[in-house]
């Protein structure tokens, strides 16, 4: 069953590309943490998926997927605190 919200790969890809406009190099990618939050309009159960994801060894690994009752305001990608 497909989802309402973007899936993690293609989220992964968005974050290298978004990093690398904003001069931030692969060698410095190690242990950063990046969110992806999302409006789902047409989602069942809740209005929005904020996805995070963490460089570890190499490789993006997912360490979150919170489905949230509203909407979000700030949508796209951004460094997790």
């Known amino acids: 069953m497909p989802c309402d919200h973007t899936d993690p790969p293609v989220v992964m890809q968005r974050a290298e590309e978004w990093l690398r406009k904003r001069g931030i190099p692969a060698d410095q990618w190690s242990g950063l943490r990046i969110q992806h939050a999302e409006n789902t309009p047409n989602a069942q159960g ?15 690994i997912v360490t979150d997927i919170d489905r949230r009752p509203d909407v979000v305001t700030e949508p796209g990608l951004s460094i997790a605190s």
């Open 46 to 60: 809740w209005k929005s998926v904020v996805i995070e994801i963490e460089r570890r060894d190499g490789q993006w």
